[in-house]
Nanobody
Framework: QVQLVESGGGLVQPGGSLRLSCAAS????????MGWYRQAPGKQRDVVATITNGGNTNYTDSVKGRFTISRDNAKNTVLLQMNSLKPEDTAVYYC?????????WGQGTQVTVSS
């Protein structure tokens, strides 16, 4: 099993930055894919960014050029650096890991972009 704990959410003004962190309860070296999803009120949960253990990344179009996902295998952590934040980025952000044919989710962290 894998427990995931997110941190780093909060309230930020448009154009600002936040860095989300996801700490895993076990080594992530063998976890093939980790990523971030988000869910805005009244909407479905959608993928934001993913990263493989080989370092290959994918981003949803709306965040390309603004968000960067990275993983630190030594610290069992996945990061999401979010720059140039927009009000439409407001959502609960969830960390996810695909391991041993199962998808694991964190509890989520709220990101609010508002002036």
């Amino acid at each position: 099993q894998v427990q995931l704990v997110e941190s780093g959410g909060g309230l930020v003004q448009p154009g600002g930055s936040l860095r989300l962190s996801c700490a895993a309860s076990r080594s992530i070296f063998s976890i093939y894919v980790m990523g971030w999803y988000r869910q805005a009120p009244g909407k479905q949960r959608d993928v934001v960014a993913t990263i493989t253990n080989g370092g290959n990344t994918n981003y949803t179009d709306s965040v390309k050029g603004r968000f960067t996902i990275s993983r630190d295998n030594a610290k069992n952590t996945v990061l999401l650096q979010m720059n140039s934040l927009k009000p439409e980025d407001t959502a609960v952000y969830y960390c996810t890991a695909y391991y041993a044919l199962r998808t694991y989710w964190g509890q989520g962290t709220q990101v609010t972009v508002s002036s």
